[in-house]
């Protein structure tokens, strides 16, 4: 089962989805999707981490998901857009190629016994971007939530902390 969970930066996503994951297990996974880039990026990582205590398994796979241990356990995935990010620089910008490889990657994980909650952003609620990368960057990330979305058994939206869902 997919539930999915989206809304903006700093929204509450990633702790709304690890809560919901212990309050379903006594031993969830975290996958984590980022690569370490370095700089403040390195401590925000740290700073995930930190939020996790032991009860956690931890793992990090910047492409195939489908590929780790997870099948049958409740499983937080974070974040969509680290996770589409891997993609589109290794297809170099490609969206076509992009989204290809992410919906195998959810179609893999819908076929999976397991609960996997799945954190995404809407960055196309936000400001235009105002390079090409960035304009498709953002469609790809679109097209990849609605996938994602329409796949998953409960889509949930935060706002401001607060959780709305918007498909039961």
Known sequence: MIIFVTGGARSGKSR????????????????????D???????????HQGDRGPEWTS??????????????????????????????????????QSLIAFKKEIDALDKMNGTFIIVSNEIGMGVHAETEIGRKFTDLQGW????????????????????LTIKV
């Open 144 to 163: 990849a939530n609605q996938y994602a979305a329409a796949k998953a058994a409960r889509v949930v939206l935060l706002v401001s902390g607060i959780p």
């Open 59 to 96: 793992y990090e796979a910047q492409k195939e998901v489908s590929a780790l241990p997870i099948g049958e356990c409740v499983s937080v995935i974070d974040c969509v857009t680290l996770w589409l990010t891997n993609f589109f620089i290794d297809f170099k910008n490609d969206i076509d």
């Open 16 to 35: 709304y989805a690890q809560e919901l994951a212990l309050s379903m297990s006594n031993n969830p996974v975290y996958v984590a999707t980022a690569k």
């Open 37 to 47: 880039w370095g700089g403040d990026f390195s401590d925000r990582i740290k700073r």
